[in-house]
């Protein structure tokens, strides 16, 4: 039900989430990332096509961004409305760089 | 099994072993008859070319004449052989007759055969001429043929043939005597006798049936015992004790792996083999099964006792004032199968203060549960010391943040209201919106920018809001669990649907709302699992006037 494109370019890692990011898909996310994010100095997380984002999905999120903050930068883009109401409400807007 | 192979095998070696004693026989007999065939034809080879065929060829035509033959007959009456003498010597043919006679004796007996004559044919009779064992009466006497010789013509070969005739079983040969121009004189017949051979044939053949026989019967009986010994005694012995690994009702344990006294090098002891390391297999597999199921029913167990002592950590006793009057409140947690981390809690931090939280931690499962007992304990013990919403989230936050490698978070809506007013302050850590209804109205959610939930960065802030409730007002609060219930299609069960299940009958009490809240999800979800606890939690405001 999550489907997740990645593209490293050099130290760029563009990962696109399709569909929902929920309980049973976050640990998915979570091992992707896991694998790939050690050299990564930029993540770009596009939220274009991704449908729900639950707290476990926050989490993951969460881990990436306190990964990022150490080695380099992590932004969200192409983050839709309903999503960023979850944001928002959630207090994540505060703590995620999303543009 | 084994009656049905050694019936099969018996029918085809009796068959083989027939076929097998007559082409012998048949061969044998063949060689045999040949054999004598040609040594008959030689003899009378022999003999026709000692005789003086001008002399028989005279003779013939003597004793075929009607003087000759009256004569005959006369001396036959008479019973006067010496009447055929006197006519022979008369007409100069004793002498001659005796010489041939003599001859053909010397040959029967030099040569051993039965028999030594001369014939010729006449019509369908042969005519007796010259034969040393019989009397003078026999010359020129006529015997009828068997019919096989009847179209024989004089000059003609006559193929040996082998008979059984009133003399026993003879072998006869014929050839012709010649005249000296090449003519056809007579015929000298030689028979050679064959009793004995054909006695012999037949005692061939009762030996070969005998032996062939009795050599069938210790082969069968020694096949048969050596079958029994080799592989039938052994298979039995196999299932016998592979039924006996099997029937018993005590498990199975590596001493039941069948032993038995096979050694043989064959594919008997092959299967022996295996057989014994399928059973220590099946020992060893069911062994690993059964400390695994332990263990698996041991970590069940543990898992069914967190989530009962989860569950007793929540106030359960309702209701949980019973003194009280000015206020009503109602709470719930429908866990889902694996332990969760949602909770609420509701506590009289003073004789006019209550605290309400209502709490979700990130993820599932065991380190979620644990999470979950140090974030309940931490709030109720810092919001019991009297310090406001954000204060308490601030502080609680810290604590949670230190060594929280598992990265997880709690959502925490917050809530400490003074009764003698009806004035609160809250705090929302990324919980979800509350639904508030004032007094004879709609409930309705109350959106506004929440805080980042607890745990998730060291040193944040939290804002906190003052609110006020009047008499008849009631307060709802939730976790996602409520919201994103999911049915069979895929679809959440949403605030919309949660608004329209509590304004069904917005003047229910506390308990009757979320009985009716859970009542709408149960429909919506229908047989879809739940993934998520679902926990509820209303509070309805009274008033102070009807604290007693």
Request: include cysteine.
């Amino acid at each position: 039900m999550l489907n997740i494109t990645k593209n490293l370019d050099h130290k760029t890692l563009t990962v696109a989430l399709e569909g929902r990011l929920d309980t049973t898909t976050a640990p998915q996310l979570e091992a992707e990332l896991k694998s790939d994010i050690a050299d990564v100095t930029l993540l770009i997380m596009d939220f274009e096509k991704l449908d729900y984002i639950s707290s476990a999905g926050l989490r993951v999120l969460l881990s990436a961004q306190k990964i990022m903050n150490k080695q380099g930068a992590m932004k969200i883009i192409h983050v839709s409305d309903a999503i960023n109401e979850i944001f928002e409400v959630t207090g994540f807007s505060d703590i995620l760089n999303i543009e | 099994m084994s009656v049905k192979l050694n019936a099969l095998t018996l029918v085809i070696i009796l068959a083989l072993s027939a076929v097998l004693i007559i082409i012998a026989y048949d061969v044998n007999s063949r060689q045999v008859d040949t054999y004598y065939k040609e040594m008959t034809a030689h003899d009378a080879r022999t003999v026709a070319s000692f005789l003086d065929g001008d002399w028989i060829d005279g003779f013939v035509d003597t004793i075929q004449s009607e003087e000759y033959q009256k004569l005959r007959a006369k001396a036959v009456e008479a019973k006067d052989e010496e009447m055929i003498r006197q006519y022979l010597i008369q007409n100069g043919w004793y002498e001659g007759f005796e010489t041939v006679r003599d001859i053909l004796g010397q040959y029967r007996d030099r040569l051993g055969v039965a028999y030594v004559y001369t014939v010729t044919l006449e019509g369908d009779d042969s005519f007796t001429i010259i034969d040393p064992d019989e009397n003078l009466f026999y010359i020129g006497t006529f015997v009828p043929l068997p019919p096989e010789f009847h179209d024989l013509k004089k000059g003609q070969a006559i193929e040996p043939t082998v008979s059984v005739t009133d003399y026993g079983w003879l072998c006869s040969a014929y050839d012709i005597i010649q005249t000296s121009k090449g003519g056809y004189a007579a015929l000298v017949g030689v028979d050679i006798d064959m009793t004995e051979v054909m006695n012999e044939r037949e005692a061939f053949l009762k030996r070969m049936i005998i032996s062939s026989g009795g050599l069938l019967v210790i082969s069968i009986l020694a096949s048969f015992l050596l079958m029994h010994k080799v592989v039938i005694d052994p298979l039995k012995m196999l299932s016998d004790a592979t039924r006996g690994f099997t029937e018993h009702d005590h498990g199975f344990k590596k001493e039941d792996i069948i032993s038995l006294p096979i050694t043989a090098n064959d594919e008997i002891g092959d299967l022996y083999q295996v057989i014994r390391t399928m059973q220590g297999k099946i020992v060893e597999y069911l062994d690993n099964l059964t400390s695994v199921t332990a263990e698996k029913e041991r970590i069940g167990a543990e898992l069914s006792i967190a989530t009962q002592i989860q569950a007793d950590m929540l106030p359960r006793i309702f209701p949980p004032f019973p003194s009280r009057h000015d206020f009503d409140i109602y709470a719930t947690m429908t866990p889902a199968k694996e332990v969760g981390g949602d909770f609420y809690d509701f506590f009289l931090i003073d004789d006019d203060h209550l605290g309400l939280v209502m709490a979700d931690v990130s993820g599932k499962g065991v380190p979620a549960a644990l999470f979950m007992v140090i974030a309940k304990t931490l709030i109720k013990n810092r919001t019991m010391m009297g310090t406001g919403p954000a204060e308490v989230l601030r502080h609680v936050n810290e604590q949670l943040c230190e060594g929280n490698e598992a990265e997880l978070f709690v959502t925490v809506w917050l809530a400490i209201v003074e009764l003698s007013t009806g004035k609160g302050l809250a705090a929302n850590a990324g919980h979800e919106h509350p639904v508030i209804r004032h007094a004879d109205g709609q409930f309705e959610l109350v959106v506004y920018r929440h805080s980042p939930a607890v745990a998730v960065m060291e040193g944040m802030r939290f804002k906190e809001h003052s609110f006020e409730l009047k008499p008849g007002d009631s307060l709802f609060v939730y976790t996602d669990g409520v919201t994103e219930s999911t049915n069979a299609d895929n679809e959440l069960f949403g605030t919309d649907r949660l608004l329209e299940a509590l304004n069904r009958n917005p003047d229910a009490s506390p308990a009757e709302l979320l009985t009716q809240v859970k009542a709408a999800i149960d429909s919506f979800v229908s047989e879809a699992p739940q993934f998520d606890d679902i926990t509820m939690m209303c509070v309805q405001y009274n008033g102070a006037e009807v604290k007693t």
